[in-house]
């Protein structure tokens, strides 16, 4: 093989007993797409940060095209030609596009070349977009957009993209990967795609390296390897939401149309397989949901909020209802209004026992500061008090060892800064306490974002759990696979609006397809 364009060998880091990176090698060839996977924890970003120079490594050596070099910060990454599109954007909104690309530039800003400069990277990489537009303006997946135009203006020799489609709708990952194509196989560059999506990596990589905790666990040809493997060597065992599984979709709710622009209302019991055609082996519906009580568990009528509205929506005790539709529009806007972020213009919410797994975990549903045992408790602090009032916490503690071992929480003791956890397994702490929290209704905001395929597995199960258990489940889901895996009724929001409604027997993708166009399907 020739000088290859990246060359990791034995990076090791350590985060006191954490053992995050252990002896990792990389190699990453000039005109290369090259999947980086891992369980949630197992070390991709802090592997990924190290060559950033945003943490310092332990021990190991980093070559760019056969040239030892030491990264000791982003300064100096960048200029060697490492770039990196980040999960969470980093615009500042306010400004314009071509100020947000030169933001970070050191010496006079020339507005001339700036704009000529994005109008250059846009056209020569099929990336349009408009110079002087304000990026509050522009949807999550122009502003992705953006952070590509700004990446790739430095001409890096190495992109890393972590986690780059989670906002993107289908037809913009697809733009993405072909951009990255021409990246490197015009321009001869390489790129580390980190992703949890499997089908995703095996479409658009070349190569792909799988860490399990710490160290590499298995190295392949994309070509030679297949989802299902690729899940197994992740996480240590079969996943049954790539092999496929019983196809049943059961809907024993019994729910009023809900919304003026609704096509069709779900009554009584009704059994069929889900569309084969619509969705592949991962979307295997075994939901059984029963109301058990009579009533709504959730309830809202003529709800409206900037960005969302009006919207009437009912789900049953025990019922899993999927609000679908592609990012930015109103779904993240219903989630703020839900967890009490944002507040209504009009409307009402009627809900019991609301538990709430917010979209944004990072800012919303965690205080990073905390221990992961008050993340996990505090909203059942008071059941901790002894009869002086004061807290119990040891008991507290072996509560939140229950529910870290029950929830598979990788954490170095109950008592560490949550913000020291992955990203992956500070959204288990959120979860593990929403669900632990016992609640009548639970709305579950992309639920699964950001969890590795074992997690999104258990997760799934654990919805369908509650929904058996007599749980009310708002799933506002932008995935299709994922709606389609677990409601019995589908909500289709347009512009912020209900454009109708289906059960998953009835949705197909052209159904769908018109009702997130705002036609009725
Ligand atoms: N600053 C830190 N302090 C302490 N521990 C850390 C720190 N950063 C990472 N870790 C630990 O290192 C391990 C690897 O984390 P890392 O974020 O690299 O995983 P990951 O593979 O990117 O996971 P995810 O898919 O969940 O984002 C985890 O156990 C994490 O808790």
């Excluded at 992705?144 to 489609?165: G, H, N, Y």
């Excluded at 900037?306 to 999927?322: H, R, S, T």
């Excluded at 213009?345 to 990072?362: C, Q, S």
Aim: with cysteine; glycine share 10%.
């Amino acid at each position: 093989m020739s000088v290859p364009a990246l060359e990791l060998s034995g990076i090791s880091k350590r985060f006191g007993p954490v053992v995050a990176c252990d002896g990792v090698d990389l190699t990453v060839a000039a005109g290369e797409i090259h999947g980086l996977l891992g369980e949630n924890g197992a070390g991709k970003s802090t592997l990924m940060r190290i060559l950033l120079g945003l943490v310092r490594k332990d021990a190991g050596t980093v070559a760019l095209g056969g040239e030892p070099v030491a990264i000791d910060d982003p300064q100096t990454a960048a200029r060697l030609g490492l770039g990196m599109v980040h999960q969470h954007f980093s615009l500042i909104e306010p400004l314009t596009v071509w100020e947000n690309v030169v933001l970070g530039d050191t010496g006079r800003v020339d507005r001339r070349r700036a704009r000529a400069d994005v109008e250059r990277v846009a056209s020569g990489y099929g990336l349009p977009v408009d110079p002087d537009a304000r990026v509050a303006d522009l949807s999550p997946g122009l502003r992705q957009r953006v952070e590509l135009v700004k990446c790739l203006r430095r001409d890096p020799s190495v992109l890393i993209l972590d986690e780059p489609t989670s906002v993107l709708t289908q037809a913009e990952s697809a733009e993405l990967f072909a951009v990255l194509r021409t990246l490197v196989r015009t321009r001869g560059r390489a790129v580390v795609l980190i992703s949890h999506k499997l089908g995703e990596i095996t479409d658009a990589t070349d190569r792909v390296t799988v860490l399990r905790r710490g160290r590499v666990r298995f190295r392949a040809a994309t070509a030679a390897t297949s989802p299902a493997e690729l899940a197994r060597e992740m996480v240590g065992r079969d996943v049954s939401l790539l092999t496929g599984a019983t196809t049943r979709a059961t809907t024993g709710a019994t729910t009023e149309a809900s919304t003026e622009a609704t096509t069709e209302a779900t009554t009584g019991p009704t059994t069929g397989p889900t569309p084969a055609s619509t969705v592949g082996p991962a979307t295997a519906s075994l939901i059984e949901s029963r109301p058990r009580n009579p009533g709504q568990a959730l309830r809202l009528r003529g709800l409206t909020a900037p960005g969302i509205g009006p919207v009437d929506l009912d789900v049953a005790p025990g019922e899993i209802v999927g609000v679908y539709g592609v990012e930015g529009n109103g779904q993240s806007e219903l989630g703020r209004v839900l967890a009490g972020l944002l507040t209504p213009d009009r409307g009402t919410v009627e809900a019991r026992g609301l538990g709430m797994i917010p979209e944004d975990r990072h800012h919303c549903g965690l205080v990073p500061d905390l221990s992961v045992t008050d993340n996990l408790l505090m909203k059942s602090v008071g059941t901790f008090s002894n009869r002086l009032g004061l807290l119990d916490r040891r008991a507290m503690r072996r509560r939140a060892q229950r529910l870290i071992d029950e929830f598979g929480i990788v954490t170095p003791s109950p008592d560490t800064p949550v913000r020291r956890l992955s990203g992956g397994n500070q959204q288990r702490v959120v979860l593990a306490r929403e669900l632990s929290s016992q609640p009548e209704v639970l709305v579950a905001a992309r639920p699964t974002h950001g969890l590795d395929v074992g997690a999104t597995e258990e997760m799934y199960e654990r919805l369908r759990r509650a929904a058996r258990d007599g749980v009310g489940v708002l799933l506002v889901s932008t995935e299709l696979e994922e709606v389609m895996a677990l409601a019995s009724r589908i909500v289709v929001l347009s512009r912020g609006r209900v454009t109708g409604e289906l059960t998953t027997a009835e949705a197909t993708t052209e159904r769908l397809g018109l009702l997130l166009g705002g036609l009725a399907a």
